[in-house]
């Protein structure tokens, strides 16, 4: 569906839990941890019906994400269910990769099309500071078993000032001689974010080619969101740029996204969503759900006000809303 703006939207990421196996500093408060139980969360039937309705509308691609996906029971199920809606081309996973190599066999077997694998370090002391658990071994076995099961690997980095600038070459050389994609995601000020400076794509862009002579920049194609790729000449893969602060992609933005609790988000900024669970609790019919999930989904805003002050900007952290 095209909404007030003009813009296609064709792509829904689910959140389906906000509890997860790592404490990653910048993204979950420690300090108040307010994790639903599960009766708050939308069941699977829900996220079904709600789908569904995405997907008359015209969604065709969806992310699940969390908190950490693959903490949820069956999510395996969920997948499936989730790949058999009409419309629905293909289902990606967000995931810490922790969990990753214990269920992607099952995973790909129920419809998965491809993995985004969050890693902000390569260091095992300095994964550990930073997400509070000594998993690293656990994600570099979980991207090596996807790479050999042949899904799409896309690794999810975040740098931060005085944290990990240090290791921006160590994971460009990742591209090397694996069959994956780097894409580096600047920061936003979002939830514990908001303690932390991010280092902008711009400079990592400019520590790249010091470092590097034989650099191409790649054509944008269809499957590139918002990211913006290089690739180092010979190597296997590319090293993409989302710079969502620095270079704002607002007006080709064709995301929707779903809290596990109950709200449908137009954007990732604003604190405001129509919650669908009161709606279906209160049995809407498909036809009504159909219509609020189309009038929202018109309503999206134009752009994000990250670096601005302004009225309405989400307050959750980023595992609340689903990163
Ligand atoms: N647990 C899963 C994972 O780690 O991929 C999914 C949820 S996590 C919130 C999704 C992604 O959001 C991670 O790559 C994380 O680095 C990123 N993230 C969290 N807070 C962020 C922020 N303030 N700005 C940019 N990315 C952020």
Redesign the pocket.
Known sequence: MIDKFGRKIDYLRISVTEN?N?K?I??IDENNILNSCNNDILTDDEIVKIATECARLGIKKIRI?????LVRKNIESLIYKLKCINGIEEIYI???GVLLHTKIEDLKKNGLTGV?I?L?SLNKDRFKKLTKFDKLQDVLLSIDKALELGLKVKI?T?IVDDINKDEIIDFVNLTKDKNLDIRF????P??A?KNYKGTSNEEINQIINKNFKNIKVENKSKRSGPAKYIRIDNYKGKIGFISPISSCFCEDCNRIRLTSTRFLKKCLHYNYGVDLKKHIRSNISDKDLNELIYSNIYDKPQEHLFMEDCDNKENKY??QI??
């Open positions: 997860c790592l990653c910048y993204c994400t969390g908190g950490e996906p967000t995931t810490n985004n969050s902000d999810n975040v995601i600047e920061l936003m979002i939830g974010a980023m595992n689903g990163g």
